[in-house]
């Protein structure tokens, strides 16, 4: 999923200002360049993350789900005519605009909280998967990040 934001920002123009990836759902906070359509990136994100995630999930002989998990993601496609047979990622997103500073703010404190809200861990900055440290800390996250001040 890092890879995937990371492509995103180096080939689209995509600037990640937060993010929290969960076990089946992804939060962001994102804009992009002069140029590029915000749409469009998160086209070009599930498409890049969905490839490489059947890929994965085809390699692994140890993944013990393989079979299910390929046949679970191929039926989700053939429901779908925009597909080409395989379907990873819900087709609508919820964007939420944070039209002013308190709302941005809101947004930050709930995509970070999101995990000890989940019960995966007891502090936010210790979540792996989260923008939370580099905010908390200052320290260079595994993707790059634009910071809201």
């Known amino acids: 999923m890092t890879d995937s934001l990371k492509y995103c920002h ?6 990640i200002h937060a993010y929290c990836i969960m076990t089946s759902h992804v939060h962001l906070i994102l ?17 890049f ?8 999930i085809k390699e692994n002989s140890d993944e013990s789900r393989r079979e299910w998990l390929i046949w679970m993601f191929e039926r ?12 990873l990622w819900q087709q609508h997103n919820h964007p939420i605009e944070p039209s ?13 909280n999101n995990p000890v809200e989940a019960g995966f861990v007891d502090e936010p900055q210790t979540c792996a998967w989260s923008s939370c ?3 908390e800390t200052g320290v260079e996250d595994i993707v790059p990040l634009y910071y809201i001040q």
């Open 100 to 112: 002013n500073n308190t709302l941005m703010d809101q947004r930050l404190t709930y995509i970070h």
């Open 31 to 47: 804009s992009t360049e002069e140029g590029n359509a915000l749409s469009d990136v998160i086209r070009d994100f599930k498409s």
């Open 133 to 135: 440290r580099s905010y």
């Open 49 to 56: 993350t969905s490839t490489k995630l059947k890929s994965c």
């Open 76 to 87: 989700a496609g053939k429901k779908n005519k925009r597909n080409s047979g395989f379907q």
């Open 10 to 15: 180096k080939n689209k123009g995509l600037q």
